[in-house]
């Protein structure tokens, strides 16, 4: 059947089509040099129009586009539209049939993946997508049309709300998971703990999603979460005891950790840490059982073993010696003597712990030097290849060190683990990989989880840890590991902890303010359920600390602890050679803030707020080695140092004391001033 312009219609309308065609399926338009052939699968909507005079087709095709044909007599058109209109209508039908059985197995899977006691975990809602997606590429009709078929709407309402809407569909199935977890299982999350589990702790240990992040403030129970989550994988989702490893950063930790599961789930879980975990892995891979370098733990030896290299090298080497000197003074920006600079003693105490941590980023890269040199900014690359090659003695001295006792270091540890991983030589047990103080990890250490995971791309990560609290920069972590968490760990999701238990409002009001004034920080809310007042953090001039310790010792409890904390090991106060006697009732502990994290009292005193070179925050001292082979810096000024100060505020229950410099005040003193922190007179 044909529809055709008259020739009046065909001469006044001037339009490129002036004809129509019906196919078996479809329409065929045509003009005298222009055709276009519409199958019926394409074809979305048929109008049919009436001019002043003539007749008008309009085919509605996908992406807005219309062909439209004029110029047919009235009648005709009418006919023709419908006659059209019955074949396409009927080819329709009969095709709704076939879309509405695809759909339906679409809908199939969409429910199976939904279904009750399932967590949908955001690799399975892509699965789910890239399903739809496939499905639809395959149907007969246009997608726009199916919901104009009563055979395929609800299938098709589905899968529209899983491909249009995919997270927030995911969200609310896994919130419907979540309240009947919490509902079913509630006696666990009270007892699991010697105190129940608050909401957000129970969710994140129900949160079965592969790769997750859970941001976990001072003092917001994070220990109790990982020990929740392991007793929830061995209790509820069928996971044997071998199938779990956890993952601390110290030997300290990793047994506290052990002793904690033990007690509350009467479990022998092994918590390595990641050397151990890497010297596992090549024990197993490699039927040998690598002996670690007792320098290692000896820090003195260590240093010993490389100014004795150092000074041999100046020695023998006038080049060597004159290099280092230059460099030292361009470097540093120390007063070299001109003499036998190697052997001043006050030098070598300066160096040797500079030569220590230089080596130790060194090791920490692996690969040659030429590798190394090759990631050095343009800017830095002279000063670093100068740097690399008057180490080269000391790195070489290093290694035949750790040959000749046939021992191996931690960094050799990782990269080995890292090597057996990669050539299958050791297959991974482990289907949860569980991650305390995940805020310290270092490329190094990732690229170990990555290298476990990749033989099995379902091994779950579960990362602990709070970016606010990252402070170890200067040993290789990196701290966008936690803070971009998701774009570094593939379809990462993060929760958060909102209730700290330590500390009391007022602290928790004044450490996050301040550590939140850094806009790359992850914004979250921690709050108290514990009032404090406006004078629980305080500033206090530093020649106060005697009238303080005073004064506490007229009111605080013997089993109150007080923690002195300053950022330098030689800034403890005299007077505590004597808190025994003239104090003896306070329980008084001294530490750096870096010690101190993880530790918690009821009366902190930070001592140290003032300018200048050995001043808090401390300036600037990092050498090239430290710019190129450590984690870039944060373009927000004094960022951990902020977070450092972060980590000396929550340590408290009660009181925080700030102790600055009248002389020489901080620049942290008029930040913290701005923040409502009031300045005391007296103690």
């Not at 957000?200 to 917001?220: H, K």
């Not at 180490?391 to 021992?407: D, F, Q, V």
């Not at 514990?530 to 605080?556: I, N, P, R």
Request: proline fraction near 4%; aromatic fraction near 8%.
């Amino acid at each position: 059947m044909e529809l055709r312009a008259t020739s009046l219609g065909k001469h006044l309308a001037q339009h490129p089509y002036n004809r129509v065609k019906l196919l078996p399926a479809g329409v065929e338009v045509k003009g005298d040099n222009h055709e276009y052939l519409i199958p019926f699968n394409q074809l979305i909507e048929i109008n049919c129009k009436r001019g002043l005079v003539w007749g008008e087709l309009e085919f509605v095709l996908p992406d807005h586009k219309v062909v439209r044909l004029h110029g047919t007599e009235w009648q005709e058109t009418k006919r023709f539209f419908a006659y059209l209109s019955r074949a396409w209508q009927g080819w329709s039908e009969e095709m709704s049939h076939v879309a509405a059985q695809v759909l339906a197995e679409q809908q199939s899977q969409i429910q199976g993946a939904t279904q009750q006691g399932h967590w949908l975990k955001c690799r399975e809602l892509m699965a789910l997508q890239q399903g739809v997606r496939e499905a639809c590429s395959a149907l007969p009709l246009p997608t726009v049309r199916l919901d104009t078929f009563a055979v395929c709407r609800e299938a098709w309402h589905d899968c529209q709300q899983v491909l249009e809407q995919g997270s927030l569909f995911r969200q609310q199935c896994n919130d419907r998971y979540t309240r009947q977890m919490l509902e079913q299982h509630g006696d666990f999350f009270q007892h699991i703990e010697s105190s129940p589990l608050n909401n957000a702790q129970a969710r994140a240990v129900v949160n079965n999603e592969e790769t997750l992040l859970v941001l976990a403030g001072a003092g917001s129970g994070k220990t109790s979460v990982l020990v929740a989550r392991a007793g929830w994988l061995l209790k509820y989702s069928a996971v044997a005891e071998d199938q779990i490893l956890l993952l601390a950063f110290g030997r300290q930790a990793a047994r506290e950790m052990e002793q904690r599961l033990v007690e509350r789930l009467d479990t022998q879980l092994d918590v390595k840490t990641f050397h151990a975990l890497a010297l596992f892995i090549i024990t197993q891979g490699s039927k040998k059982v690598p002996k670690v370098s007792g320098l290692e733990s000896d820090t003195r030896g260590r240093q010993q073993l490389l100014i004795a290299c150092w000074q041999q090298q100046c020695r023998e080497k006038k080049a060597m010696a004159k290099g280092w000197r230059q460099w030292l003074e361009e470097e540093l920006g120390w007063s070299i003597p001109e003499t036998t600079f190697w052997e001043d003693e006050k030098l070598i105490a300066r160096l040797g712990g500079r030569l220590d941590h230089w080596l130790m980023l060194i090791r920490m890269q692996g690969g040659a030097q030429a590798e190394m040199i090759a990631t050095a900014p343009d800017e830095l690359k002279p000063r670093f290849t100068r740097g690399i090659k008057l180490m080269a003695p000391l790195l070489k001295c290093w290694k035949s060190t750790l040959r000749s006792a046939g021992e191996i270091d931690f960094s050799g540890l990782i990269h080995q683990a890292i090597n057996i991983l990669d050539k299958g030589r050791f297959v991974s047990p482990w289907r949860h990989i569980l991650v305390d103080e995940f805020q310290d990890i270092s490329p190094q250490r990732a690229a170990l989880l990555a290298a476990l995971r990749k033989q099995n791309s379902h091994t779950s990560l579960y990362a602990v840890g709070d970016d606010w609290q990252a402070i170890y920069r200067f040993t290789g972590a990196q701290t966008t590991l936690t803070s971009e968490f998701s774009e570094h760990f593939s379809s990462g999701e993060i929760c958060m902890l909102d209730t700290t238990y330590r500390f009391n409002s007022r602290i928790g009001e004044i450490a996050n303010q301040w550590v939140q004034q850094n806009p790359l920080q992850q914004r979250k809310g921690l709050h108290s359920h514990v009032k404090g007042d406006k004078q629980s953090v305080c500033l206090l001039v530093d020649d106060k600390l005697e009238g303080l310790l005073d004064k506490l010792s007229g009111y605080a409890l013997p089993e109150q602890r007080i923690l002195i904390l300053a950022r330098y090991h030689y800034l403890r106060p005299v007077c505590l050679s004597n808190a025994g006697t003239r104090w003896p009732k306070l329980n008084i502990d001294f530490m750096t803030i870096h010690a101190s994290k993880g530790q918690e009292a009821d009366f902190v005193i930070v001592l140290g707020l003032q300018s200048g070179p050995e001043g808090f925050p401390a300036q600037a001292r990092e050498s090239v080695f430290e710019q190129v082979l450590l984690p870039q810096q944060e373009a927000f000024e004094d960022a951990e140092e902020r977070r450092l100060l972060y980590v000396a505020l929550t340590r408290a229950r009660h009181r925080v004391w700030l102790l600055f410099s009248k002389q020489q005040p901080s620049t942290f003193v008029e930040a913290l001033k701005q923040l409502g922190v009031p300045i005391l007179n007296r103690p």
